[in-house]
């Protein structure tokens, strides 16, 4: 259980984090989601103590994270994945992070095995790929066998195999029991891995939803209808009470909204019409986070028209 | 995709402790190859600086020129002069038992499992200080006697139990301990590997000449108390004159260290890791 009030964090005049407060609940998968720049990894960091609030705090499985006597048990973190010491071995990161817990060396082995290191858990994390340093980060999260995970980005990095692999994993820690929060700027990984959704954007919170809700109000429910009888089609579906069609720069071609595709199927199949394509609409998630998040990205590449004129010359006046 | 089992009984159910700490910083000291390389560095500078030291001694014995007739020996300072090239090595591994954790994000990882932070910085101290004196005792001891069965060649040496050589090698040793645990402070304050060594060694040598430029009566007043001058009279066994006695000038460098891991301790739990 994860609980963050009225969160804030200035660096200077900028805020990173404003008036954040959201909880997270145990037994699902929870996506934290926003554009680069958003605020995420900041929040993360101070669920964790490791910067301070400007304002609010937060609490973590009953209180806040440096009041647990023993945090490792009770949260699992993985900031970063580079959060090692390159000119140490894996096992050996590993074996440093345990002792402070007391956390014996059998659970070390038993961790190396489950994020599959075993063959590399001896070499320098230096030469770790992305991918295996995100595993390694994923073993010291597990370490201390924590009621609660704090994952940031796990799936960057890593390959097909590798994301399904932690799709698999935090959905399994989850149906433990786990409260597990999940940081991402991929909204269409959220939606394979997550239940519910917390999505911020300039450090301000815009939705704490479910993924069905999110999934449901991204849907437009239009169909495209492509068609050589445009015009009589049309005409037809027009006359149903509830249904608007538009039709766009391809004459062959009709967004209806209000009507089933099977509808307009059954009315095209009565009036002996062809249909090139019949397709419900539904906006990717993608497009309805781009949406949400339109107004809160923090670095937008700016499109410059191409200059095509030859600058006047300028004459002394 | 193979099952994975996560829940865990092996994890057992122990809290943090500044033992446990310790342990951990013991095991990260040991596993990077940079400590082993500083450390021998150290070892080589004093032994063998030493004993060419001695083996130069021998050889103004041998050649002697007009101009030193009055040459002198002090076999214990002799034998020992290495340490101040030792203390370049420690004041470096000093700086990256730090540094080395803020460069490569190691230190979130350290500091989220002991959000309380300054067990890590105790600890750290403890491991490296008392690693430092355990490796410079042996070494001063090492040096010594090689350095000794040179001189005694041209029968100039002298014994421990000659009065005040027994407190100079030990206080070899304890110096060096002493520039590490500095450093460690230091390297906790700056966070960066050059800032730190440069802050180091911009104390313990480059100071020290600054402030020789000084008006006399300044300089004379404010150079036996810099940590360098003050720190090395426990390890010399003829102090110059107007220098600190050597404890007093060990008391004064140990000031130093105290104030760097107390200023280091306050900027640690204050700042964002």
């Known amino acids: 259980m994860i609980e963050a009030v009225g969160l804030t964090k200035r660096y200077g005049p900028k805020t990173a984090v404003q008036d954040l407060s959201f909880s997270v609940r145990p037994g699902i998968v929870t996506g934290f989601l926003g554009p680069n720049g958003a605020g995420k990894s900041t929040t993360m960091r101070m669920l964790l103590g490791l910067d301070t609030p400007s304002a609010g705090h937060a609490i973590v499985n009953g209180r806040r994270y440096s009041e647990h006597a023993a945090p490792l048990r009770e949260v699992g973190a993985m900031l970063e994945a580079r959060a090692i010491h390159t000119g140490r071995s894996a096992y050996n990161h590993l074996l440093a992070l345990a002792a402070t817990h007391g956390i014996p060396r059998s659970r070390v082995d038993e961790v190396v095995d489950v994020v599959g290191l075993r063959e590399v858990a001896k070499k320098r994390a230096g030469g770790f790929s992305l991918g295996m340093g995100q ?19 796990p ?62 109000s991204a849907s437009s429910g239009a169909v495209l209808v492509r068609t050589p009888d445009a015009v009589r089609l049309g005409k037809l579906l027009g006359e149903l009470d509830g249904v608007t069609v538009t039709t766009g720069d391809d004459v062959q071609v009709l967004e209806v909204s209000g009507a089933e595709s099977e509808q307009i199927g059954r009315l095209a199949a009565e009036h002996s019409l062809v249909l090139f ?41 | 995709m193979s099952t994975v089992t996560i829940l865990s009984t092996r994890a057992g159910s122990g809290s943090v402790t500044l033992p446990r700490v310790v342990k951990s910083e013991w095991i990260k000291f040991r596993t990077l190859r940079s400590s082993y390389y500083t450390l021998f560095a150290a070892v080589f500078f004093m032994v063998g600086f030493g004993l060419l030291a001695c083996y130069g001694a021998i050889d103004h014995l041998d050649h002697p020129d007009v101009r030193d007739h009055a040459f002198s020996i002090d076999a214990a300072d002799r034998s020992l002069r290495g340490y101040l090239a030792a203390q370049l090595a420690i004041g470096v591994l000093g700086v990256l038992v730090v540094s080395g954790e803020y460069s490569t994000g190691m230190i979130r990882a350290s500091l989220s499992a002991v959000p309380r932070r300054l067990p890590v910085l105790w600890a750290k101290a403890a491991v490296f200080g008392a690693i430092t004196l355990v490796v410079t005792s042996i070494t001063a001891f090492v040096a010594f006697f090689a350095g000794q069965a040179i001189l005694a060649s041209h029968h100039v040496d002298t014994t421990l139990s000659a009065s005040g050589v027994l407190r100079t090698v030990l206080g070899t040793s304890l110096y060096l301990t002493a520039v590490g645990l500095l450093a460690v402070g230091i390297g906790a304050l700056i966070r960066n590997t050059a ?4 802050a180091v060694f911009g104390l313990l040598l480059v100071l020290p000449t600054l402030v020789e430029v000084l008006p006399a009566n300044w300089s004379s007043n404010i150079g036996p108390y810099l940590p360098g001058a003050a720190g090395q009279q426990v390890a010399t066994l003829h102090a110059d004159p107007g220098m600190l006695a050597p404890w007093t000038g060990f008391g004064v460098m140990c000031v130093y260290v105290l104030a760097a891991l107390i200023g280091a301790a306050v900027m640690l739990k204050r700042r964002d890791a």
Not at chain 1, 135 to 153: N, Q, Y
Not at chain 1, 287 to 301: G, H, L, N, Q, R
């Open chain 1, 277 to 317: 394509e019949l397709t419900p609409q539904q906006a990717s998630l993608e497009e309805a986070f781009m949406e949400m998040t339109k107004d809160a990205v923090e670095y937008e590449a700016v499109v410059t028209p191409r200059a095509t004129a030859v600058p006047v010359k300028e004459h002394a006046a």
């Open chain 2, 195 to 198: 800032g730190g060594i440069a």
């Open chain 1, 155 to 216: 799936v960057n990095g890593l390959d097909p195999e590798g994301i399904l692999w932690i799709r698999n994993l935090l959905k399994s820690l989850a149906a433990e029991g786990r409260t597990v929060l999940v940081s991402s700027h991929l909204m269409s990984e959220m939606a394979l891995t997550a239940e519910h959704l917390i999505v911020i954007g300039r450090g301000k919170l815009i939705a704490d939803t479910s993924v069905e809700e999110f999934t449901r």
């Open chain 1, 135 to 153: 595993r390694l980060g994923i073993a010291s999260a597990l370490l201390g066998d924590p009621a609660t995970l704090i994952l940031d980005e």
